[in-house]
């Protein structure tokens, strides 16, 4: 399992404040988007946090993220 040895880095760095550190959001936006641009409905940094948040609330299939994030509320 990765998530002990993440921690142990962040312990590392205990002296980062949070306003120091950019957003998951703000990180998100800088992956580039290999996507055609015609057809796409969604920014990906929205898609990659919608995705990262059905994982954390236990999806561990393409569809079970697809329908977490169907069934997640409009305002998510």
Known sequence: MLIPPAFDQLHKHS???CEEVPGLLER???????????GVRHRLAVVLAL???AVLAGATSLLAVGEWIADAPAHV
Do not use: G, Q, S
Not at 31 to 38: A, G, L, S, T
């Open 15 to 17: 002296e980062v404040r």
């Open 51 to 53: 995705t990262a948040c």
């Open 28 to 38: 998100l936006a800088d992956v580039p988007d290999p996507r055609d641009p015609r």
